[in-house]
């Protein structure tokens, strides 16, 4: 299985909204509405942000949203804040395996 | 809340087999409704799945280390394992436990752990 694909990097400012998109095939993303994404500040465990492609567990801010299309997931970020400067992965569920994006470093100038 | 909590030797010999533990609290592992899985990030790079195992045993691996792989579950000790065999430099990361739902999201991780494999 291969990585699902990545930018490597996005930025964006205070207030401003920005995209992460993840790309996979017909056999992880395109065939699940699975897609689960992660939130890591340097040194700490990943934290869950959205599963099931587009739901938020109890506790992330709605201003976290994901969708799908075809076979490349997105993460959306609305109301850029200081804190949310990390890296983010995306995660695929592929039947009997997952596998996880390359990363994606955000920064919030 | 649950708590993942791994724990082992920090430092294993090339060719030798990596072996860590990750102990639960705050909720049964024989729960049924969730796996128990490990992750690695080896230092300044992303995440990869290793594997993950169910209540009733049944295991499931990444392809790509499935021939050194070898996941195991103790649920009179609310306990499961990872051993890694024939393990190389390429082996050295920090190794997160997990619980991952029955559709691929990992909603608790452990602090993770450092191996270095040196000799």
């Known amino acids: 299985q291969s990585a699902l694909t990545q930018p490597a990097s996005v930025s964006g400012s205070p207030g401003q909204s920005i995209t992460i998109s993840c790309t996979g095939t017909s056999s992880d993303v395109g065939s699940y509405n699975l897609v689960s994404w992660y939130q890591q500040h340097p040194g700490k465990a990943p934290k869950l942000m959205i599963y099931?492609?587009?739901k938020r567990p109890s506790g992330v801010s709605n201003r976290f949203s994901g969708s799908k299309s075809g076979n490349t997931a997105s993460l959306t970020i609305s109301g850029l804040q200081a804190e949310d400067e990390a890296d983010y992965y995306c995660c695929s569920y592929a039947g009997s395996n997952g596998v996880f994006g390359g990363g994606t470093k955000l920064t919030v100038l | 809340q649950v708590q993942l909590q791994e724990s082992g030797p920090g430092l294993v010999k090339p060719s030798q087999t990596l072996s860590l533990t990750c102990t639960v609290s705050?909720?049964?592992?024989?729960?049924?409704?969730?796996?128990w899985s490990w992750i690695r990030q080896p230092a300044g790079k992303g995440l990869e799945w290793i594997g993950r195992?169910?209540?009733?045993?049944?295991?499931n691996y990444n392809p790509s280390l499935k021939s050194r792989v070898t996941i195991s579950v103790d649920t009179s000790k609310n306990q499961f394992s990872l051993k890694l065999s024939s393990v190389t430099a390429a082996d050295t990361a920090v190794y997160y436990c997990?619980?991952?739902?029955?559709?691929?999201?990992?909603?608790?991780w452990g602090q993770g752990t450092l191996v270095t494999v040196s000799s």
């Open positions: 099931e492609g587009s």
């Open positions: 705050g909720g049964s592992i024989s729960s049924g409704s969730y796996y």
């Open positions: 195992i169910y209540t009733s045993g049944s295991t």
């Open positions: 997990a619980r991952e739902d029955l559709v691929g999201a990992i909603d608790y």
